[in-house]
Every structure is written in structure tokens, then in C-alpha cells.
């Protein structure tokens, strides 16, 4: 998992608060998905970028929820104005190309307060 | 009806035994199918790919893919206190890229 890099780890915010959320994909690997984990729940997909563009955004809340990947530097998840049922583990993935295998990296743990 | 079941178990067996982990679908139209390993507080580790039916092994690793019944396994053999983990079954269709549909995952426990 250390080829895909996601900071924070952990991150505490309080209600009403913005969380950026970051994630670097693997070195080659221009494809990056984000998914969700609820406790004792699966992994529910969110949202697919490539550079530059949102592919997918099917599994994405329609407020509050947005990201991107720039041309340069990390892709971000953000959270605007987080409520209490936004604590979960956000992980991202990355594949070189369409319909490879995904490679995780180890998540970032949002808790709201 | 969610679009992939899987067992969550929990799971225990003795170590040396073996696994067989299990999950079922419901869309036709899925062709590449994924295990994935997750140890706590980490991310999923990509253990097996396959887009065919039959049997792929890797190591003590066996995927068996069965299209006509929509069921996937995986066998683990001669298990080790270190298979201890979540077992999480994905798979996607030919329109959706690489997003990806899990199961719930199975928790795995290997008693040493």
C-alpha cells in the first residue's frame, strides 16, 4: 500500500467544518477513484478522476462533497460544512489505466466531533 | 438486494486449515473480479484479479470464478495466523473502468 499516499492519517474536525482530504496515486498511475467505509459496512465508491477531469461522480453526495485532481500535485477530497455522519475511513485508489486493478493506499481516518 | 453478497462472518478456523471465502452477484454484466485483503486500521492489499471463469492460484491462493451460478471463491490453503484479516470480493463491468463493487467483507481469524 505505501506506492499510494494518503495525509492525513487521522483527521478531527468539528461540526460545520472543511476537511481536505489528499491522496497521491502511484508513480505512472493518472487514474485515482475515492471510496468510503462506514463501519461494518464495505467499501462504497464515490468518486473517478483522471488529470484534470471528473470521469464518474455516481457515488458522490450532491452537496457538500467535491473533488478534483490537478495537473500538478495530489488529488483532493473535500467536505464542506462536515456533520457527525461524515466520520469514516476515506481511501483512495489508483490504476494505471481503465479496467486494471485498483492499489489502495491505508485511508484517512475523519472523525467529527 | 445489494448487487454483491458476501458472508461477513466472523470466521475462525485452526492454523493449517482451509478457507473458503464466498460471494455471490447479481449483475451479469460484471467480468473482472478482485480479492482484496485488509488488515485493521489499513487499506486494501489486491490479492487476486481475474476476468475468466475457472481457477487462478497464487501461491497458497486459489480464485475460482463460476459466471453461469454469478459466484466467486477463494481458497486459502494451509492457513496462517497472519491470513487473520478481512477478505473483501470486488468486481466491476466493462463500462464502469475500475470502479469497483465490494462486498461487505468476511473476517477472517486463524488461531495459531
Known amino acids: 500500500n505505501a506506492g499510494v499516499m494518503q495525509n492525513p492519517r487521522h483527521l478531527v474536525r468539528r461540526r460545520g467544518q472543511e476537511a481536505r482530504l489528499r491522496c497521491s496515486p502511484m508513480?505512472?498511475?493518472?487514474?485515482v477513484y475515492w471510496y468510503r467505509q462506514l463501519p461494518e459496512e464495505g467499501l462504497k465508491f464515490m468518486v473517478y478522476?483522471?488529470?484534470?477531469?471528473?470521469?464518474?461522480e455516481s457515488g458522490m453526495p450532491k452537496e457538500r462533497f467535491s473533488a478534483e485532481f490537478p495537473k500538478e500535485g495530489p488529488s483532493i477530497l473535500r467536505i464542506q460544512q462536515v456533520v457527525r455522519g461524515d466520520s469514516a475511513a476515506y481511501f483512495c485508489?489508483?490504476?494505471?489505466?481503465?479496467?486494471?486493478?485498483?492499489?489502495f493506499g491505508n485511508g484517512t481516518r475523519l472523525t467529527v466531533t | 438486494q445489494k448487487e454483491v453478497e458476501q458472508d461477513p462472518g466472523p470466521l475462525s478456523v485452526p492454523e493449517g486449515a482451509i478457507v473458503s471465502l464466498n460471494c455471490t452477484y447479481s449483475?451479469?454484466?460484471?467480468?473482472?473480479f478482485m480479492w482484496y485483503r485488509q488488515y485493521s486500521r489499513k487499506g486494501p492489499e489486491l490479492l487476486m484479479y481475474?476476468?475468466?471463469?475457472g481457477n487462478k492460484e497464487d501461491g497458497r491462493f486459489t480464485a475460482q470464478v463460476d459466471k453461469s451460478s454469478k459466484y466467486i471463491s477463494l481458497f486459502i490453503r494451509d492457513s496462517q495466523p497472519s491470513d487473520s484479516a478481512t477478505y473483501l470480493c470486488?468486481?466491476?463491468?466493462?463500462?464502469?473502468?475500475?470502479?469497483?463493487?465490494f462486498g461487505e467483507g468476511t473476517q477472517l481469524t486463524v488461531n495459531p
Open positions: 485508489a489508483s490504476s494505471p489505466e481503465v479496467n486494471s486493478p485498483l492499489h
Open positions: 508513480k505512472g498511475h493518472s487514474h
Open positions: 478522476l483522471q488529470k484534470e477531469n471528473i470521469i464518474d
Open positions: 449483475n451479469s454484466a460484471f467480468q473482472y
Open positions: 481475474t476476468y475468466s471463469s
Open positions: 470486488a468486481m466491476s463491468d466493462e463500462t464502469s473502468g475500475s470502479r469497483l463493487t
